[in-house]
């Protein structure tokens, strides 16, 4: 048995980025911003950014609704695939596939954008996840 699942909650980077595969199926790839959970030496909170790739209907909702600065959940599994750049050189290219995507908000012109506009939206989002019915649990089960 084999077990590989990733959970994000981040601000999609720059509107995504929709395309058709020749057999006609819609993918869409985006990068999410995930705060990290500790601040650097600096007091400051970093993110990792992790780009996303979506297919099918969940691919044509998030392209059709969504645009940079929108809050997503995205469940998936971590893909790493190699593929040859046009220099022939081989390369390593890591992606969260998402099978499931919750819509958490989307950013007002008017939100605070700096890092302690996030530190204090990161910790509210955090607070609500932890009340949130099945979202986060303690309980894990081994």
Avoid at 2 to 20: A, H, M, Q, Y
Wanted: glycine share 8%; proline share 6%; with cysteine.
């Amino acid at each position: 048995m084999s077990f590989n699942k990733s959970i994000l909650l981040g601000r999609i980077t720059r509107d995504p980025e929709v395309t058709e595969t020749p057999t006609g199926k819609t993918v869409v790839r985006f990068t999410l911003a995930v705060d990290r959970p500790f601040l650097n030496p600096q007091g400051i909170r970093e993110a990792d950014f992790i780009p996303v790739v979506l297919w099918g209907k969940a691919a044509e909702m998030v392209g059709n609704s969504c645009v940079k600065g929108h809050r997503l959940l995205v469940e998936g599994r971590l893909q790493i695939r190699q593929y040859e750049d046009k220099d022939k050189n081989k390369k390593w290219a890591a992606e969260v596939v998402g099978e499931k995507i919750d819509f958490i908000e989307r950013r007002n012109k008017d939100q605070d954008m700096s890092p302690e506009g996030f530190t204090k939206e990161l910790a509210q989002a955090e607070q609500e996840a932890k009340t949130a019915p099945g979202i986060f649990s303690d309980n894990v089960p081994f």
